[in-house]
Nanobody, 121 residues
Framework: QVQLVESGGGLVQAGGSLRLSCTAS????????MAWFRQAPGKEREFLAA????????YYSDSAKGRFTISRDNTKNTVYLQMNILKPEDTAVYYC??????????????WGQGTQVTVSS
């Protein structure tokens, strides 16, 4: 059983940056591909970015491409999401996910509890 804990969310002005972290415990981190999703009020959960087990391959949604960067540090059991040039429409709860059998927008074997990101205009 893998536990995922996100951190780094908060309130930021439009145009600013945030870096989210997600630390895993209870499993062998390198076995899992990792991803970030978000869910805004009244909307479905949206895939943002994924990184494979080694960190050598990444995949982004169109909404994340160019502004968001996913990375991982297997020595720290942590995946990151660097978010730049934030917009009010980026306001959402951000979740990380881990999956041992697939990677990409269909991942979701394990989920974190989420961290709130609010972007003010």
């Amino acid at each position: 059983q893998v536990q995922l804990v996100e951190s780094g969310g908060g309130l930021v002005q439009a145009g600013g940056s945030l870096r989210l972290s997600c630390t895993a415990s209870g499993g062998t981190f390198v076995r899992y591909a990792m991803a970030w999703f978000r869910q805004a009020p009244g909307k479905e959960r949206e895939f943002l970015a994924a990184v494979n087990n080694s960190g050598g391959r990444t995949y982004y949604s169109d909404s994340a491409k160019g502004r968001f960067t996913i990375s991982r540090d297997n020595t720290k059991n942590t995946v990151y999401l660097q978010m730049n040039i934030l917009k009010p429409e980026d306001t959402a709860v951000y979740y990380c996910a881990a999956d041992s059998s697939t990677w990409g927008r269909n991942m979701g074997e394990y989920w974190g509890q989420g961290t709130q990101v609010t972007v003010s205009s």
